[in-house]
T-cell receptor
Framework: GIQVEQSPPDLILQEGANSTLRCNFS?????LQWFHQNPWGQLINLFY???GTKQNGRLSATTVATERYSLLYISSSQTTDSGVYFC??????????FGGGTRVLVKP | NAGVTQTPKFRVLKTGQSMTLLCAQD?????MYWYRQDPGMGLRLIHY???????AKGEVPDGYNVSRLKKQNFLLGLESAAPSQTSVYFC???????????FGPGTRLTVT
């Protein structure tokens, strides 16, 4: 099946810093989503982005489908950005395959 | 619009007991999914449904059964709970497989 790898596994940021999270996948995809899992365990949809670039406030994402990667940018990070960021993809079939996540801690 | 809801939010079972988790969605989505998340890991697909009356196995289906009698509901059953089924269970729904999936708040299950 498709492999999804996220990097870095852990990220510690000072409040106000910018960062880039990466998601590599091993095959063509029909769906790519970024999620934020907050410290209470809730999964929050950030982006549905099988290709192209999207922006939502301080967050933006870019997927280059032909090169099989996606990037999530966090600008001017805040403590509420802490949590785990997951990339997930749908290749052939119906299954959403998750990466291992990037654990982000934003310090005040 | 409640989106995707899950019942219950927390549950503690003893080994061998049975229970059913209920997922409901009000977005008229065809596809529904059950995932489990173990500590420090991403989500893994247990079972899914592509429409009312259909079910299919996912990545980790053993020990679970599902039913989709109504389009808006997807039930996950544990017939004889085992400690290995201690996990957080998430339900999700989408219009189609390649469309955005929306997740419920999760059910934290502990089997002792």
């Amino acid at each position: 099946g498709i492999q999804v790898e996220q990097s870095p596994p852990d990220l510690i940021l000072q409040e106000g810093a910018n960062s880039t999270l990466r998601c590599n996948f091993s095959d063509s995809v029909n769906n790519l989503q970024w999620f934020h899992q907050n410290p209470w365990g809730q999964l929050i949809n950030l982006f549905y982005i099988p290709s192209g670039t999207k922006q939502n406030g301080r967050l933006s994402a870019t997927t280059v489908a032909t090169e099989r990667y996606s990037l999530l940018y966090i600008s001017s990070s805040q403590t509420t950005d802490s949590g785990v960021y997951f990339c997930a993809v749908v290749a052939a079939g119906n299954k959403l395959t998750f990466g291992g996540g990037t654990r982000v801690l934003v310090k005040p | 619009n409640a989106g995707v809801t899950q019942t219950p939010k927390f549950r503690v079972l003893k080994t061998g007991q049975s229970m059913t988790l209920l997922c409901a969605q009000d977005m008229n989505h065809e596809y529904m999914y059950w995932y489990r998340q173990d500590p420090g890991m991403g989500l893994r697909l247990i079972h899914y449904s592509v429409g009312e009356g259909t079910t299919a196995k996912g990545e980790v289906p053993d020990g679970y059964n599902v039913s989709r009698l109504k389009k808006q509901n997807f039930l996950l059953g544990l017939e004889s709970a085992a400690p290995s089924q201690t996990s957080v269970y998430f339900c999700a729904s989408s219009y189609e497989a390649a469309y955005e999936q929306y997740f419920g708040p999760g059910t934290r299950l502990t089997v002792t």
